[in-house]
């Protein structure tokens, strides 16, 4: 039985001031005898129409912003605020016993890269010798245990529950990525912070933030909201990189960059398919990953590894073991020397990125086959510059599904071509089923080429009308080479 609504100084209470609580709930289905229920309000369904069946369910409180009609149950606690998602971060860290005081917790977030960064910091010190936790797109773990991933950042009560696992588990430490979603939904409200990182910024989620601006906006507050303690770590390379720390209030602000003089200084010295030397601030070495893009993401592990008191000859011996994350550049070879990459690129940006290092490093006489498609349900604006990117870098381009989600394949397809001139065209075939579309890249390709399979990386399923179905490029790849 706990009292948490202290951590609401401003709600004004009707009924009984300090009801035991047995759970928290958000999902009205959820609730039972002696729960408290947060009606928050989502972009589709507004919890507050849900308060009646939570107190039918036997609910003993309820958060809202307004009080339902009518009569109100004289036993059940009405808790009002002002923001319900803001109170749900914070009644769950409370919940959890604010387990992220517990934790060095650094989050990521920019729009590419996010989950390199955070899933190879986990990496790094793990192997430095620090029980660690992960939350990121492609996985959760707490310590060594794995658990499967829902969201880039998951609901609060998700969050801090995982976090006071780690706790139990003796984790020093906790890695995540920040997604822009998340900040503006409240989701790390109340979470204490001792880092933040940002890798870039470029167009993606104007389906939910309607302007690049609020886009911006939204990474901005990830770091207006870091503790005085922290450090600030940011790609001074991406113009928009200083402006995001204009109002963090931190002890340490710091710079990555490759360009550009910074606190953490890395270079490219020699590049080839199966890695790359760079050098981190005069210091060379070794790693199993290539691109600028990777270059970008193991400065900023070096730059963090730094802020967090690691010894820099150590980091960068164990840098140089690290392998490169699941469905970020992985490679498929097959017996007769054709190449396949299968990456998670599914924006313009990433695309290009991973696009150029191919080209960078392919042999003259050897084709680039690029099969790519568009997610359903989101920004729609990215959908004709993605075909033009993959046109542009490629020497034949197959147009497909990704995951359509609730809309028709055809469409998003008709969008995408939309973006290529006749040329282009000339060069680009449209095949609907993605197996079909990977096969056909693979009978096309010579020994000696490469094959791009961008958009889905990790994911192992399709989302076709509401369904998700068992599918893996890798293992089509791997399928279709054989």
Same mark, same amino acid.
């Given at each position: ?102 934790? $060095? ?17 986990? #990496? ?47 984790? #020093? ?64 390379? =991406? ?34 398919? #199966? ?42 011996? %164990? ?16 017996? =007769? ?79 995408? $071509? ?17 197996? +079909? ?11 000696? =080429?490469? %094959? ?6 990790? +994911?192992?399923?399709? +989302? ?8 893996? #490029? ?9």
């Amino acid at each position: 039985m706990i009292h948490i609504f202290d951590e609401l100084p401003d709600a004004r209470i009707t009924g009984p001031q300090r009801p035991g609580i047995r759970c928290i709930q958000f999902n009205s289905r959820k609730v039972g005898k002696g729960d408290l229920f947060v009606a928050v309000r989502g972009t589709k369904v507004d919890g507050h129409d849900y308060i009646p069946d939570a107190v039918a369910q036997g609910a003993a409180a309820i958060v809202c912003e307004t009080l339902p009609a009518g009569d109100l149950e004289p036993d059940v606690s009405y808790v009002l605020v002002k923001d319900s998602a803001e109170a749900l971060a914070l009644l769950a860290s409370a919940y959890y016993g604010h387990p992220s005081e517990k934790l $060095r917790l650094v989050g990521v977030t920019g729009t590419n890269g996010k989950t390199t960064v955070a899933t190879l910091l986990y #990496d790094l010190f793990t192997a430095l010798g620090h029980a660690c936790g992960l939350i990121s797109t492609v996985v959760y773990r707490v310590g060594d245990e794995r658990i499967e991933s829902t969201h880039t950042t998951p609901d609060p009560l998700t969050l801090n529950r995982l976090m006071a696992e780690m706790v139990e588990a003796g984790c #020093d430490y906790c890695f995540m990525e920040v997604s822009s979603h998340s900040i503006v939904q409240e989701r790390i409200k109340g979470l204490k912070f001792a880092g933040g990182i940002f890798t870039n910024i470029t167009h993606d989620h104007l389906d939910y933030h309607k302007t690049f601006a609020e886009y911006i906006k939204a990474k901005q507050l990830f770091f207006t909201g870091l503790p005085k303690e922290a450090f600030a770590l940011t790609n001074i390379d =991406d113009r928009n990189g200083e402006v995001m720390l204009q109002n963090a209030n931190v002890c340490r602000k710091a710079a990555y960059s490759l360009r550009n003089v910074a606190d953490y200084h890395g270079r490219i010295v020699e590049e080839h398919l #199966d890695g790359m030397e760079i050098e981190m601030n005069r210091q060379q070495v070794w790693v199993q990953f290539i691109g600028r893009f990777n270059a970008y993401n193991l400065t900023a592990i070096y730059g963090a590894a730094m802020e967090l008191g690691q010894d820099s000859a150590e980091v960068l011996r %164990i840098m140089s073991t690290l392998r490169p994350v699941s469905g970020r550049f992985e490679q498929v070879r097959a017996a =007769d020397g054709r190449l396949a990459i299968v990456d998670y690129a599914h924006t313009p940006d990433a695309l290009q990125n991973v696009i150029d290092t191919i080209n960078e490093l392919r042999k003259k006489e050897a084709q680039l086959i690029t099969v790519v498609g568009c997610g359903g349900n989101r920004d729609t604006a990215k959908r004709p510059v993605m075909a033009r990117v993959a046109a542009d870098g490629s020497s034949r381009v197959i147009l497909t599904s990704d995951n359509p989600r609730f809309e028709d394949p055809q469409a998003i397809l008709d969008e995408m $071509r939309a973006g290529l001139d006749t040329g282009q065209m000339a060069r680009t075939l449209t095949i609907s089923d993605r197996r +079909e579309a990977i096969r056909t890249a693979a009978a096309l390709a010579r020994p000696g =080429d490469i %094959i791009l399979v961008a958009g889905k990386g990790h +994911e192992p399923y399709q +989302e076709i009308a509401g369904v998700r179905h068992h599918f893996d #490029d890798r293992e089509e790849v791997t399928a279709a080479f054989a």
